[in-house]
């Protein structure tokens, strides 16, 4: 399973340059410290106070602790995911733009729901495309769960309500919606979202009972501009990060609590099934910090 400190290896390269215990700040003008912290998508807002904190500093610690406390700060409470088992099936649909990794993510989190004794269902609503849904079929098939899916041009609301359905019939636990991915700014698409969630809640009401929106690391500060797009047609409950391990841009995370009000909840380290780990901010923070000698 990929870690943390290789995920942030490309972050890193970049950030390392200033966090690194090994570099003298003092031959580094502010300006350029602040550049290097955008260049990996730092909010500006934390950009300036890091850069602050490393000029004036507020108190006698390393380097190390005084960001830590800055960065720790910024992410938040680590939150711990759990189904609520009252909410049988627990809906949980997933959405974001083309390849953001929505269809990987469903599998990995329906391994992880059996991993935990769940039987999870996966439901292929992705319509839109010839290969939509049967990419996920085959993964449900390759982690043996169960699965309900429709064909290109079927109504993915009509799709979601018969998964529901069928998860109520079978007993399963989880419900995992895949979603076609789309643009934000598409709107006959974007309106198809609430459509699937009233949809859904005429089998099971509340369903579903969260909406997580996956985005992709490497896209950095742009993933979160759509992740505020799609929160204002479907709230979102959650955010899960993927392709951290190829991202040179993973300081967007800082601004997904302040920016959109939304936890991150997973984060995905790379393409196996079982790359999906709950959003760690000690870990992703020390991971920043690391010269990441014994991974290199
Ligand atoms: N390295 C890496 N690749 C990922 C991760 N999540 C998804 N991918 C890859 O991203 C590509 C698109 O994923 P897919 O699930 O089909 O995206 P979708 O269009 O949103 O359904 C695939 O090649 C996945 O293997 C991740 O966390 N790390
Ligand atoms: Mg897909």
Redesign the pocket.
């Known amino acids: 399973m990929a870690g943390w400190l290789s995920a942030l290896k490309k972050t890193r390269s970049i950030i390392g340059q200033v966090f690194s215990s090994k570099t003298n700040l003092e031959e580094m003008e502010v300006e350029e410290i602040e550049e290097i912290l955008l260049r990996s998508d730092v909010p500006a807002r934390l950009t300036m106070e890091i850069a602050d904190e490393l000029e004036y500093p507020t108190r006698k610690a390393t380097r190390r602790e005084r960001l830590t406390d800055i960065l720790m700060k910024e992410l938040g409470e680590t939150l711990d995911f759990q189904w609520l088992e009252e909410n049988k099936p627990y809906v949980v649909m997933l959405l974001?733009i083309?390849?953001?990794?929505?269809?990987?993510?469903a599998a990995k989190l329906a391994k992880k729901a059996m991993g935990e004794g769940r039987r999870p269902m996966l439901c292929g609503s992705d319509t839109f495309r010839a290969a939509g849904s049967s990419?996920l079929k085959l993964w449900s098939e390759r982690i043996g769960c169960d699965f309900v899916g429709g064909e290109m041009g079927h109504d993915a609301a009509g799709v979601a309500y018969n998964a529901v359905e069928s998860a109520i019939e079978k007993k399963c636990d989880v419900v995992l919606v895949d979603t076609a991915?789309r643009m934000h700014t598409k709107t006959p698409l974007m309106d198809e979202l609430p459509k699937m969630c009233r949809s859904m809640s005429k089998r099971r009401a509340g369903a579903p009972d969260d909406v997580w929106m996956?985005l992709d690391a490497s896209l950095g500060q742009n993933a979160v501009i759509q992740a505020k797009q799609f929160n204002e047609v479907v709230p979102l409950t959650g955010i899960i990060v993927?392709?951290?391990?190829?991202s040179s841009k993973a300081g967007f995370l800082f601004s997904v609590r302040t920016e959109l009000k939304v936890p991150i909840l997973f984060t995905?380290?790379?393409?196996g099934e079982d790359?999906l780990v709950p959003f760690d901010p000690q870990e992703f923070v020390n991971a920043l910090f690391d010269d990441g000698s014994e991974d290199s």
């Open positions: 974001g083309n390849g953001s990794g929505k269809t990987t993510t990419q991915g996956v993927t392709k951290l391990d190829g995905g380290l790379g393409e790359d």
